[in-house]
Structures are given as structure tokens and as C-alpha cells.
């Protein structure tokens, strides 16, 4: 099977959700406020500033380095970063579930004090099963994304041989997508996710090389910096 001629994909924008996790954490609380359901959580005002430099970036590629086709998680977030991001290019875009975020079942909503508290028995489960293969009830494993992931990137290969593709998706995803591009193993994605947290409005790629996608970059947040400068 032919392979892609590039794959790039974005981490949404900050999103209302990442900015209450991140407080929760702080303060040592055991539960996440969010009103909302998963898919429905929308960009902060920063997140929609960070969807328009990924378009900024986007807008400054010469047109033969451009995505010739963008594939969009369906949740609100990554919609709105790619509506942003792409608003004034030509570049066709559409949804496909297989980029949603990965379903965290029991476990949602809770940070990492409430699922020791709460549900030690699960905590204990995931330390023992490691990130890759843990799958809390009513939720997916790593593992289980990956399927997703796998599937998705077959579809891309027979229908952009050769192409130039960019997904819109979610922090495990992007992570998770270097895993099976670059065929790491469990040992160096779980030392890459203890050590890596991918930014929102980060950007990695790979670009195809003597038959392989190597990588171009990873994790990137250049763009982002250069338009903060610039205000």
C-alpha cells in the first residue's frame, strides 16, 4: 500500500476543560467542575488565538507543502480549532470519530488525588497494567486508540497515496500517533509521555523518505511563540 506523502497533526487550542484540570490539580481537588459533556467543551479565548496561528502557519507554507485534506475530531474543540485554522485556505476538511478523545469511563472527571481516593483499586490496576494497556471500566487503553488510529490511518493511505494530510485531534492521539509512525515501542512511549506534555496548538509531522515518514517535527509550539511576540 502506498504510503502518505506527509502526515501532520494539530493538539487543539486551550480548552475550557484543560483550564479547570489544570486548577483541580493545583489545588489538590479530587474531581474536575465541568459542566459539559467531553465532546461539547469549547476553545478559551487563548485556544481560539492559538487555532488562528496554527492557520497563520498554515497560510505561510508554500501551496505545494500544504495539507491537501484535513480530518477533524469530532468533538467541539478540535472543530472550532480547525474552522479557525483553516478559515480563508482551500483545504477540505471533515469529521471522522475515530480522532475523538480517548473515553476515560470511571474515571472521568476525576484528577489523579480523586482516582486514589475514590477508586484505589482502579489506581492500583493502572499502575500495575501501565498506561498502553489499562483500560478502565466503561473506558478505552491506550491500546484500544491506537485500533482507532491504525484503522484511520489505512483509510488515509488508500484514499491520499502519496498526499499530504493533517488530523486535528487531542493530546493522545498526537502521542500516539508518533507510536505508530515511527514504531516505538512500550517502553519508549511511556518514556516519551513521562517526559513530553503536548502543548495546545502544538503541531508534529512527518514527511516521506526513502519510502518511510520520517519525522519533521514534534510537539512544536514556533508559531505559536512568533504571534505572542507579535502582541
Known sequence: MAELGWLG????????????????????????????????????????????SVGKWLAGLPQTRRPEAVVVSPYLRARQTAELALEGLAVPARVDERLRDRELGVLDR????????RLPGEAQRRRHLGKLYYRPPGGESWADVLLRLRSLR??????????????????????????????????????????????????????????????ERFNAVEHLQEDALRR
Do not use: F, K
Not at 159 to 181: I, Q, S, T
Open 154 to 215: 489505512r483509510d488515509l493511505r488508500e484514499d491520499h497515496p502519496g498526499g499530504r494530510v493533517l488530523l486535528v485531534a487531542h493530546e493522545v492521539l498526537a502521542l500516539l500517533l508518533r507510536y505508530l509512525v515511527e514504531d516505538l515501542g512500550e517502553e519508549e512511549l511511556l518514556g516519551l509521555a513521562g517526559t513530553t506534555a503536548m502543548a495546545n496548538g502544538s503541531i508534529s509531522s512527518w514527511r516521506l523518505e526513502g519510502g518511510v515518514l520520517r519525522p
Open 9 to 52: 497533526v494539530v493538539r487543539h487550542g486551550q480548552s475550557t476543560s484543560n483550564v479547570r484540570a489544570d486548577q483541580a490539580e493545583l489545588a489538590g481537588a479530587e474531581a474536575i467542575d465541568i459542566a459539559e459533556r467531553d465532546a461539547d467543551v469549547p476553545l478559551t479565548d487563548l485556544g481560539r488565538e492559538q487555532a488562528r
Open 110 to 117: 476525576l484528577t489523579r488525588a480523586g482516582v486514589e481516593a
